[in-house]
């Protein structure tokens, strides 16, 4: 089974504090993506990566920046918390299998910023 | 633009399979469909996906029709723990910025 593993399920921070979630997929999977789920909004991503060192920035970047020095590892990074950050967050990785790939998710990180 | 329709919820009696439809008329001939659920406060599980012809795997079945406008996900015999928003996605192949997850259907499975 696949497993994508994310370091907290709950999180509280204050506005300004430097966030730093993590996120570790075992499947050896190239590809790995963070997302934001918000009741109304759906799921939005924030940025994936396609390897090591490489990052693309997804459809809401903005107030955030990520890190990936490690095939299994990527790291998501506010760099100063905001109320409108509070979210679950969710990390997914992916396999290719032959014409297409599918995502796994982790169990979600629910932030909440004070 | 909504890719997918799907009826926002249904219940199931356990033990009894639950059928849940989808419509996606507009999909193009590059683009798979996609299921998965999410059990409340939990990430997006994976559960099956096809191109065109029907899908089994030891969660649940797909069943596209011929048109591939419209697609049904069926979980033979639902459990309690089957209760959960189950999502339709349509998505091209390999491209990574695409997984639109819509409203879904709230399924809850009746003891």
């Known amino acids: 089974d696949v497993k994508v593993t994310q370091s907290s399920r709950y999180l509280v921070k204050r506005t300004g504090e430097k966030v730093f979630l993590e996120c570790v997929q075992d499947?050896?999977?190239?590809?790995m993506f963070w997302y934001r789920q918000d009741p109304g909004l759906g799921l939005r991503l924030i940025y994936f990566?396609?390897?090591?060192?490489?990052?693309e920035k997804g459809d809401i970047p903005e107030g955030y920046s990520v890190s990936r020095e490690k095939k299994e590892r990527f790291s998501l990074i506010l760099e100063s918390a905001s109320t409108n950050q509070t979210s679950m967050y969710l990390c997914?990785?992916?396999?290719?299998?032959?014409?297409?790939?599918?995502?796994?998710f982790g169990p979600g990180t629910r932030l909440t910023v004070l | 633009d909504a890719k997918t329709t799907q009826p926002p919820s249904m219940d199931c009696a356990e033990g009894r399979a639950a059928n849940l439809p989808c419509n996606h008329s507009?999909?193009?001939?590059?683009?798979?469909v996609y299921w998965y659920r999410q059990i409340h406060s939990q990430g997006p599980q994976y559960i099956i996906h096809?191109?065109?012809n029907n899908e089994t795997n030891e969660m649940a079945s797909l069943i596209i029709t011929e048109d591939r406008k419209s697609s049904t996900l069926i979980l033979p015999h639902a459990t309690l723990r089957d209760t959960a928003v189950y999502y339709c996605?349509?998505?091209?192949?390999?491209?990574?910025?695409?997984?639109?997850f819509g409203a879904g259907t709230r399924l809850t499975v009746k003891p």
């Open positions: 997914a990785s992916s396999l290719k299998q032959g014409t297409t790939d599918t995502q796994y």
């Open positions: 499947m050896d999977h190239e590809n």
């Open positions: 990566s396609y390897d090591v060192k490489m990052k």
């Open positions: 507009t999909i193009s001939g590059n683009e798979y």
């Open positions: 096809g191109l065109k």
């Open positions: 996605i349509v998505r091209v192949a390999l491209v990574n910025n695409d997984m639109r």
